[in-house]
T-cell receptor, first 114, second 115 residues
Framework: GENVEQHPSTLSVQEGDSAVIKCTYSDSASNYFPWYKQELGKRPQLIIDIRSNVGEKKDQRIAVTLNKTAKHFSLHITETQPEDSAVYFCAAGVASGGSYIPTFGRGTSLIVHP | DGGITQSPKYLFRKEGQNVTLSCEQNLNHDAMYWYRQDPGQGLRLIYYSQIVNDFQKGDIAEGYSVSREKKESFPLTVTSAQKNPTAFYLC??????????????FGQGTRLTVV
C-alpha cells in the first residue's frame, strides 16, 4: 500500500516569512495529492490539491509542487499570517474509476508568530 | 455547516464495553470514511464504504466494526477488542471521485476516552 512521509512535524515562523512542508510517497501509481488544513478544534478542510499531470499549482499565497520522478510534493505558503497557524496534512493515493482512498501524512503543526 | 454530523462530541466508556459513534451526512455522498487521529500519527483509516451495504477495512480495522445500511449513515462501533481506544475519531464523506469531485468533507469529530 501507499506510505506517506511528511516533514517537518513542527514548523515555527515569523509573520511574513515563507513556510514549506514536504511529503514523499511510495506508490508510483498515486495520481492525486490533496492538502488539508486543520485549525485547532476544527475539522480538516481541503486547501489545495494537485494531480499527477501538473507540476505546480498556485492559489493566492499557497502553492503546491509535485515531482513525480522523485515521488515528493510540497506545500508552500508565502507571506504567512497568524491565521495560517494550524496542522497541515498531505495525502496521496490512486484516483481511479470514481474511487479515491487517500493515505495521509502525520501532519505538520505550523505556528506563525506575530 | 458542512452537512456531516458526528455525535456525540465527547464520549466516555468503561473498559470492556462496546460503544458506537454516529456519523450522518446529508450531502448525498456515496463514500464515507472513518479515521482515527492520535497526536503525531496523522489520520489513519479504520474503515471506508463506497456504496450501501458494502465496506472495506482500512489500515487499522482491528477492534472496530461498521455498517452501511443507509447512504446517509456510517456508524462505527469500538469494541472491547480494541486495545487502545482512547483517541479522536473523524468521519468523512465524499462523492465518488472525479475531476470535479475531489474533496472529502469531515465531521467535527468525537473524542473517545476510556475510563
Amino acid at each position: 500500500g501507499e506510505n506517506v512521509e511528511q516533514h517537518p512535524s513542527t514548523l515555527s515562523v515569523q509573520e511574513g516569512d515563507s513556510a514549506v512542508i514536504k511529503c514523499t510517497y511510495s506508490d508510483s501509481a498515486s495520481n492525486y495529492f490533496p492538502w488539508y488544513k486543520q485549525e485547532l478544534g476544527k475539522r480538516p478542510q481541503l486547501i489545495i490539491d494537485i494531480r499527477s499531470n501538473v507540476g505546480e499549482k498556485k492559489d493566492q499565497r499557497i502553492a503546491v509542487t509535485l515531482n513525480k520522478t522523485a515521488k515528493h510534493f510540497s506545500l508552500h505558503i508565502t507571506e504567512t499570517q497568524p491565521e495560517d497557524s494550524a496542522v497541515y496534512f498531505c495525502a496521496a493515493g490512486v484516483a481511479s474509476g470514481g474511487s479515491y482512498i487517500p493515505t495521509f501524512g502525520r501532519g505538520t503543526s505550523l505556528i506563525v508568530h506575530p | 455547516d458542512g452537512g456531516i454530523t458526528q455525535s456525540p462530541k465527547y464520549l466516555f466508556r468503561k473498559e470492556g464495553q462496546n460503544v458506537t459513534l454516529s456519523c450522518e451526512q446529508n450531502l448525498n455522498h456515496d463514500a464515507m470514511y472513518w479515521y482515527r487521529q492520535d497526536p503525531g500519527q496523522g489520520l489513519r483509516l479504520i474503515y471506508y464504504s463506497q456504496i450501501v451495504n458494502d465496506f472495506q477495512k482500512g489500515d487499522i480495522a482491528e477492534g472496530y466494526s461498521v455498517s452501511r445500511e443507509k447512504k446517509e449513515s456510517f456508524p462505527l462501533t469500538v469494541t472491547s477488542a480494541q486495545k487502545n481506544p482512547t483517541a479522536f475519531y473523524l468521519c468523512a464523506s465524499s462523492p465518488l471521485w472525479g475531476p470535479m469531485n475531489t474533496e472529502a468533507f469531515f465531521g467535527q469529530g468525537t473524542r473517545l476516552t476510556v475510563v
